[in-house]
């Protein structure tokens, strides 16, 4: 196992950069002027992509009244940004979820539900708390947690330690890695998101999830508040998906943030697992 920062570096650095299609629908996703052809014509590249895209959003989670049966009109329905997010939320599963991890404490199957389930309590918290960037909670809360899966990839001997220790003294996994001179799956992930060029709108909540009191810049705490929520939903619904051994504790700053109170809060878990129970697709993606 690697021992110092510079070996945990460079064996983050191994990790293939997202492909062309991936990398050119963030940075147009993104841009006011973009066309719903140009989205398309980047996407058609990819046949595979394209195909499993079709999939999700005819899924039962979006509801639609009608069969999407092209690209350019699952645009003009879903929107680019939440075009954008099934595209790196295929990418994401196909690059860190696709395959068995060495691992013997934690899987890549209960990896891949928190992060998915995080992003969908995004939404349950937005609508409760009238937070318009949605589809930017979203694909935050699906990121939220990549460190762990990364760690679990190309340290797993580590990650069993950590888990264990987890296990030994009911610990949440976040407190467990305090105990262990490791760099965490908070610097993983805000390492790879800065080196993938991802916006601050989505590479803060991810670097303050566990401390939405740390943001200093006002126009990221409220995406921040809700990403943290988020997570602790999450984990009471499957605390042990997020490699957690006693549940996390919403953090006093971002409860009084978002201005929530014990019903909001049970209705906002309610409403999560309603969601959960039509997102079979995307758990798998």
């Known amino acids: 196992m690697a021992s110092t920062l510079a070996d945990v570096l460079k064996e983050i650095d191994s990790i293939p950069v997202p492909n062309f299609v991936v990398t050119k629908v963030i940075e147009l996703a993104s841009k006011p002027d973009v066309s719903a052809a140009?989205?398309?014509?980047?996407?058609?590249k990819d046949p595979n992509l394209t195909v499993r895209i079709m999939k999700l959003a005819n899924s039962a989670y979006y509801g639609l009244p009608q069969k999407i049966?092209?690209?350019?009109?699952?645009i003009m329905i879903l929107g680019f940004k939440t075009l954008r997010n099934l595209v790196i939320g295929v990418y994401t599963y196909d690059a860190f979820f696709s395959f068995k991890l060495e691992t013997t404490k934690v899987s890549s199957e209960d990896l891949w539900w928190h992060l998915v389930s995080t992003a969908i309590a995004t939404e349950s918290v937005s609508n409760a708390t009238g937070f318009?960037?949605?589809e930017e909670a979203f694909l935050a809360g699906m990121l939220h947690d990549i460190g762990k899966v990364i760690l679990a990839k190309l340290f797993p001997k580590y990650v069993d330690a950590l888990i264990t220790l987890a296990s030994a003294r009911s610990l949440?996994?976040?407190q467990a890695e305090k105990e262990m001179e490791f760099p965490d799956h908070v610097f993983v992930a805000k390492y790879l998101l800065e080196k993938w060029k991802f916006p601050e709108i989505i590479r803060i909540p991810v670097e303050f999830h566990h401390n939405p009191g740390g943001v200093q810049d006002e126009s990221f705490k409220d995406i921040t508040a809700i990403v943290h929520a988020s997570d602790v939903i999450s984990s009471i619904l499957n605390q042990k998906a997020a490699g957690n051994y006693t549940l996390p504790i919403m953090k006093?700053?971002?409860w009084t943030y978002l201005k929530l109170n014990g019903t909001t809060f049970l209705d906002m878990?309610?409403?999560t697992r309603d969601s959960m129970k039509k997102?079979?697709?995307f758990f798998r993606i």
Do not use: V
């Open 279 to 281: 997102s079979d697709s």
């Open 252 to 254: 006093k700053e971002a």
């Open 172 to 174: 949440t996994y976040e």
């Open 38 to 44: 140009e989205l398309t014509s980047i996407i058609e």
């Open 69 to 74: 049966t092209n690209l350019s009109h699952a």
């Open 269 to 271: 878990i309610k409403s």
């Open 132 to 134: 318009i960037n949605k």
